[in-house]
């Protein structure tokens, strides 16, 4: 009876140690899987954060660091671009128009076209809208900064930073530890921003994404 008893615990101690040793392995994968998909998600978003302001740029010669205008711009505002009128391939059409039009042909045109159906054509209103936030978060969202920079050759840039860290989008309950190395390996180690991000408010960068 007392050997039975000895076996079932030793039993019990082993499937332990097996358990033990199943998460201590399958943990870190999870992580890295789940890591990598909201990653995706986050960046995604952020890159569609960085064509609004590139675009608005485009248009202020400035960046913003605020929501509520980025969105109202991408919504509401028409922008100003130029196109070819005639093929410069096609020298028989452009012959034509050179002889009807002599020295007053130019063959550009300008035209108006609309920042939401043209560059956000594949987001809705709403998702629009929801720009600000970082996916899998809590309504939480990208710390956006803007402003004006002087650069050592004494030239003002305009310059633009989006981020957020990967507490804001990462399962730290589930991931505690994980989340917790992956943030000091980032600092540390890498010497990094630990999340994601584009641009920077200290230098021109040309709003270079972290992950890119």
Request: proline share 2%; glycine share 4%.
């Amino acid at each position: 009876m007392g050997k039975k008893i000895i076996q079932f615990v030793l039993a019990l101690v082993v499937l332990g140690l097996a358990y033990y040793v199943y998460v201590l392995i399958s943990t870190p994968i999870k992580f890295e899987n789940e890591q990598k998909v909201r990653e995706a998600a986050v960046i995604e978003r952020i890159k569609d954060i960085r064509i609004a302001e590139r675009t608005f740029k485009s248009k202020y010669q400035r960046f913003t660091g605020d929501f509520d205008t980025l969105i109202n711009f991408v919504l509401t505002e028409q922008m100003e671009g130029e196109r070819k009128k005639i093929d410069e391939d096609d020298s028989v059409a452009m012959a034509q128009a050179k002889k009807k039009y002599g020295k007053k042909f130019k063959n550009v045109e300008k035209f108006t076209f609309s920042v939401k159906d043209s560059l956000f054509k594949h987001l809705s209103v709403e998702q629009v809208k929801n720009l600000r936030y970082v996916p899998y978060s809590k309504n939480t969202e990208y710390i956006l900064e803007a402003g004006m920079l002087a650069t050592e050759s004494k030239v003002v840039i305009p310059v633009v930073e989006c981020r957020t860290p990967y507490i804001a989008f990462l399962d730290t309950v589930a991931y505690r530890q994980q989340v917790i190395n992956l943030i000091d390996n980032m600092k540390n180690n890498f010497n990094r921003y630990p999340g994601i991000m584009f641009g920077s408010m200290e230098r021109g960068n040309n709003e270079a994404g972290n992950w890119e």
